[in-house]
């Protein structure tokens, strides 16, 4: 007799209370079925959770629990946990028995709210002003907040050759956390630094930018003004760098260049064209 739909729903699905939900991921208890009931329509191979983001129904996935050895009694617990959840969001999960070639009704939504995590890095991380002795970053927020962003946390540390001195805090003008620039002062001139940033919220720093720039050469007498470089600055990354005296260790994928420069660089040139084709 060829496999058909499974006719059995599972019945008391729901959080497992003995485990505490996590920002990714969440454990789940439910009513084992009879391994032997007619109505599985086939085989009976195992359970699948489907869940998916509330605002996101249509892409839904799902987490196989297969049967392994003796299967368990009807009325006793399956346990199976979801992984890999994104923090600080609305799930909605399902159960569904599982035969040979198809799967069953689902059983009752379980809705679960996960709790906050910390940020991915920040983007576009950029040198907008560069002087003798200080310099501006600007960035934008992070793709991806995992919770609500409670600001940034900065730091820069010298380059010392192959190696990298200690890192110095910046305490930020703005605790605002929807201001995305800050000017570090007090810099040595024609010294090269390294500039970290982490965006952060309740749960914590998140994950970590960082840009290497080198200040403006300048040797005017004391007290005079140096020049003011504004332009997007980017410098390589150090190869092989020696962190062991840092205590916010650079990430090992490439710098993220800067979005904004380049937009604000292709306005100012096509204005004038712009101008030009309009008023002709």
């Known amino acids: 007799m060829a496999a058909t739909e499974p006719q059995v729903t599972v019945a008391g699905f729901g959080l497992d209370k003995n485990r505490p939900l996590t920002q990714t991921a969440a454990h789940f208890v439910w009513e084992a079925i009879d391994p032997k009931d007619r109505k599985i329509n086939g085989k009976f191979r195992g359970y699948k959770i489907l869940y998916w983001e509330v605002t996101d129904e249509r892409h839904k996935r799902e987490v196989y629990v297969p049967v392994s050895g003796q299967p368990v009694a009807a009325g006793h617990l399956v346990k199976a946990s979801v992984p890999d959840l994104p923090a600080y969001s609305s799930i909605r999960v399902q159960v569904v028995v ?42 934008l927020p992070p793709d991806h907040s995992n919770g609500i962003i409670t600001g940034y946390d900065i730091g820069y540390q010298p380059v010392l050759g192959n190696r990298l001195g200690p890192v110095r805090p910046v305490l930020r003008r703005s605790n605002n956390p929807r201001v995305f620039q800050e000017r570090i002062e007090g810099l040595k001139s024609n010294h090269r630094y390294r500039f ?36 997007p600055y980017n410098d390589n990354p150090m190869e092989n760098d020696d962190d062991s005296n840092s205590a916010l260790s650079p990430l090992s994928s490439p710098l993220l260049y800067s979005l904004p420069a380049l937009t604000l660089t292709l306005y100012s040139t096509l204005l004038p064209v712009f101008q030009v084709v309009c008023c002709s």
């Open 98 to 139: 599982v035969n040979t070639h198809y799967q069953g009704p689902p059983s009752d939504v379980e809705d679960v709210f996960t709790p906050e995590g910390t940020p991915s890095a920040v983007e576009g991380l950029f040198a907008d002003v560069v002087t003798h002795n200080s310099v501006t970053l600007r960035w």
């Open 196 to 231: 970290h940033i982490m965006a952060t919220t309740r749960a914590g720093r998140g994950q970590q930018s960082f840009i290497d720039v080198k200040t403006d050469n300048y040797t005017g007498k004391p007290g005079e003004r140096g020049p003011t470089i504004q332009r």
